[in-house]
């Protein structure tokens, strides 16, 4: 499957100089959204998965869909004040400011075997606070899975040694 030419590159946005790459036409299309998501998981279908973490809010639109594949359970990583029961915060730096994120402090035993889905790996920070979070409250991190890799932005090389899958590369 051509996934590259089921994703809809918008210039300009979100500001000048950007050219965003859009997932929505690839949702869309159920052959290739099912294709995709069965690309993601096929690395992981042996390897007993118990938990896919997903950030907000484009690593759900991935990672649930990884997550019933697998047969695995989905954990939310939230923006600030999303979750309901007690949290662990992790606050990182941005390039200007900072930023957080919460996950349940009951969310990961120690020992289980997570990986990480995002829709974009980009400058790595987001992915990065999803680490330090998943490692904290004692989750191993089998790898860390992406729809499309920034290439050019370096992200990878900032992430160490995990095991990272890109579906596709720009």
């Known amino acids: 499957m051509d996934f590259k030419g089921k994703i809809r590159e918008v210039l300009d946005f979100p500001t000048k100089g950007i050219s965003f790459k859009d997932i929505t036409t690839l949702l869309k299309d159920g052959d290739a959204f099912h294709q995709a998501v069965d690309a993601l998981a096929d690395p992981f279908r042996d390897q007993g998965i118990d938990l896919v973490v997903g950030p907000e809010a484009r ?15 989905f954990v939310p990583v939230r923006k600030p004040g999303k979750l309901p029961a007690e949290a662990l915060v992790y606050e990182y730096k941005l390039e200007y400011g900072t930023d957080s994120l919460e996950i349940h402090k009951d969310a990961i035993l120690p020992g289980q075997k ?5 829709d974009l790996l980009a400058t790595g920070g987001t992915v990065q606070a999803t680490i330090n979070m998943v490692e904290s409250l004692g989750g191993v991190i089998v790898g ?17 040694n995990y095991n990272i899958m890109s579906l596709l590369k720009y």
Do not use: C, N, W
């Open 59 to 73: 690593g759900f639109i991935v990672g649930v869909p990884v997550a019933y594949t697998l047969g695995a359970g």
């Open 114 to 118: 997570v990986i990480i889905v995002d």
């Open 144 to 160: 860390l899975v992406f729809l499309i890799e920034l290439s050019y932005l370096d992200g990878r090389e900032k992430l160490g």
